[in-house]
């Protein structure tokens, strides 16, 4: 059974940083992509960054260039997300989510690209 669980949220001060964590199981990373979305509630959930199947490409929403840095370590099963400068519109539910591989060198950020997602994790940048 697929699953993916997050981690690694908080309440942090504007400017700081977190690292989120994304640990899978049920499927090997070669085959799928990661996307990390987050959703205040009420609203869309919306894409921040993926990762290929074959960890070859990234992508990152304009809103978070130069501060977002998706990673992965295939030996620990995780997929990370870095977060540095931290602001305030940064708070949100922050959630991992596995993909169609395709050819192993896309990664999308649209909601219905994906089909299996963890519970999420609390991001709140407030001081």
């Known amino acids: 059974q697929l699953q993916l669980a997050e981690s690694g949220g908080g309440l942090v001060q504007p400017g700081g940083s977190l690292r989120l964590s994304c640990v899978f199981s049920?499927?090997?990373?070669?085959?799928?992509?990661i996307g990390w979305f987050r959703q205040v509630p009420g609203k869309e959930r919306e894409g921040v960054s993926c990762i290929s199947a074959d960890g070859s490409r990234t992508n990152y929403a304009d809103f978070v260039k130069g501060r977002f840095t998706i990673s992965r370590d295939m030996a620990k099963n995780t997929v990370y997300l870095q977060i540095d400068s931290l602001k305030p519109e940064d708070t949100d539910i922050y959630y991992c989510?596995?993909?169609?591989?395709?050819?192993?060198?896309?990664?999308?950020?649209?909601?219905?690209?994906?089909?299996?997602w963890g519970q999420g994790t609390q991001v709140t940048v407030s001081s």
């Open positions: 989510a596995a993909g169609p591989g395709y050819a192993g060198t896309y990664c999308g950020l649209e909601f219905d690209e994906y089909n299996s």
């Open positions: 049920g499927f090997v990373l070669d085959y799928k992509m």
